[in-house]
């Protein structure tokens, strides 16, 4: 039962850009929350992306970005590379919930 | 290294109780709030509590799937967080995983540790 929305999935070509849609309500993103990305690789655990909404950790490309508007973030990859193959979760916190929410989860397909 | 390890899965009979544990090593354990997650087999990331730091007021929050279950504590002078599980039920069957707050002694600031996660078995 995830709070915030994403596509089951999204593809795209080496070198081509895509963006993950991270859909939430006024109990979570809409109420200045901040949102992070995971990045979780098949058969591991999931891995910090982006934090506060745009921001990334030492170490990650800036191929990966953050944006934040309204009710809803977003993620964004380009210049796509097979290694971006797995699942991406958006996460916030609600305070209906008073607790930490996550995205449905999205798989990035690479063709 | 800054790592947390999580240890205590295992398999078990619905009804009955597990503890698992999480021991951080590479930093203040203590300043940081720590989280347990898990991942059911084939679905999404589930939050199942937190358990702030002492200098945040040392305050507990719990998915409504697992309060009045589950209890999360910490014992900050071995570095070390425990995530006691009773009345299981077949549907906690999952991969507990342990993370730590990016930020000190502030909550929602990102996961930036996770454990490999520990593998929870509940079953007749």
């Known amino acids: 039962q995830s709070v915030l929305t994403q596509p089951p999935s999204v593809s795209g070509a080496p070198g081509q850009r895509v963006t993950i849609s991270c859909t939430g309500s006024s109990s979570n993103i809409g109420a200045n929350y901040d949102v992070h990305w995971y990045q979780q690789l098949p058969g591991t655990a999931p891995k910090l992306l982006i934090y506060?909404?745009?921001n990334r950790p030492s170490g990650v490309p800036d191929r990966f970005s953050g944006s934040k508007s309204g009710t809803s973030a977003s993620l964004a990859i380009t210049g796509l590379q097979a290694e971006d193959e797995a699942d991406y979760y958006c996460?916030?916190?609600?305070?209906?919930?008073?607790?930490?929410?996550f995205g449905t989860g999205t798989k990035v397909t690479v063709l | 290294e800054v790592q947390v390890v999580e240890s205590g899965g295992g398999l078990v009979q619905p009804g009955r109780s597990l503890r698992l544990s999480c021991t951080g090593s590479?930093?203040?354990?203590?300043?940081?709030?720590m989280s347990w997650f898990r991942q059911a087999p084939g679905k999404g990331l589930e939050w199942v509590g937190f358990?702030?730091?002492?200098?945040?007021?040392?305050?507990?929050a719990y998915a409504a799937s697992v309060k009045g279950r589950f209890t999360i504590s910490r014992d900050d002078s071995e570095s070390i967080a425990y995530l006691q599980m009773n009345s299981l039920k077949t549907e906690d069957t999952a991969v507990y995983y342990c993370s730590r707050d990016r930020v000190v002694a502030i909550s929602n600031s990102g996961m930036d540790v996770w454990g490999q996660g520990t593998t929870v078995t509940v079953s007749s």
């Open positions: 590479g930093f203040t354990f203590g300043d940081h709030t």
């Open positions: 506060a909404n745009n």
């Open positions: 996460q916030s916190y609600d305070s209906s919930l008073s607790g930490y929410v």
């Open positions: 358990l702030r730091s002492k200098a945040y007021g040392g305050t507990t």
